[in-house]
Antibody, heavy 118, light 106 residues
Framework: EVQLVESGGGLVKPGGSLRLSCAAS????????MNWVRQAPGKGLEWVSSISSSSSYIYYADSVKGRFTISRDNAKNSLYLQMNSLRAEDTAVYYC???????????WGQGTLVTVSS | SYELTQPLSVSVALGQTARITCGGN??????VHWYQQKPGQAPVLVIY???NRPSGIPERFSGSNSGNTATLTISRAQAGDEADYYC?????????FGGGTKLTVL
């Protein structure tokens, strides 16, 4: 059974940093691109970042470019999102999702809440 | 940047057919994916590549895509279909989601 489990969310002050993790199981992580999608409270889905299976290709939404870094460790079956210079508008539930480029996101984690507030 | 436009809300009577649209410039040339999200839950893929249903999704869910509009159709709507629905495409290696449509089953 495919499972994605996010962790690392919490309360952080503006300007602070946080590192999210996504533990993957039930499939071969190295065969798939992975993605982060966030959802602010009461709002819609917003794509954050994508990383190819071998980390060769990485893309970011303009809203996080230069502040967030996506990475992965296939040997540890894990995906990461390093978030720096956090702003109030980064407050959201962050989901990791499996999906190769131009394919749908077929599996999603349950999400982890990040709250940026003083 | 590419934009997808969805109606904020759609209402349907129990047992009737609901249609949720997703508008975008020449969206017919792209593969459109649809997600269902119920309160407090992660999104679930219900239609991929315009009109294909993943395993476990009822046949009542169908999709089409042509010109500037993609459509998710839910036949014989049930109370359990009440949810937010999002369309999604890939555009130049970036991911675009529609703003989401709240489906209410009356």
């Amino acid at each position: 059974e495919v499972q994605l489990v996010e962790s690392g969310g919490g309360l952080v002050k503006p300007g602070g940093s946080l590192r999210l993790s996504c533990a993957a199981s039930g499939f071969t992580l190295s065969s798939f691109a992975m993605n982060w999608v966030r959802q602010a409270p009461g709002k819609g889905l917003e794509w954050v970042s994508s990383i190819s299976s071998s980390s060769s290709y990485i893309y970011y939404a303009d809203s996080v470019k230069g502040r967030f870094t996506i990475s992965r460790d296939n040997a540890k079956n894990s995906l990461y999102l390093q978030m720096n210079s956090l702003r109030a508008e980064d407050t959201a539930v962050y989901y990791c999702a499996r999906g190769n480029y131009y394919d749908p996101f077929d599996y999603w984690g349950q999400g982890t809440l990040v709250t940026v507030s003083s | 940047s590419y934009e997808l436009t969805q109606p904020l809300s759609v209402s349907v009577a129990l047992g009737q057919t609901a249609r949720i649209t997703c508008g975008g410039n020449n969206i017919g040339s792209k593969n459109v994916h649809w997600y269902q999200q119920k309160p407090g839950q992660a999104p679930v893929l219900v239609i991929y590549s315009d009109s294909n249903r993943p395993s476990g999704i009822p046949e009542r869910f169908s999709g089409s895509n042509s010109g500037n509009t993609a459509t998710l159709t839910i036949s014989r709507a049930q109370a359990g279909d009440e949810a937010d629905y999002y369309c999604q495409v890939w555009d130049s290696s970036l991911v675009v989601f529609g703003g989401g449509t709240k489906l209410t089953v009356l």
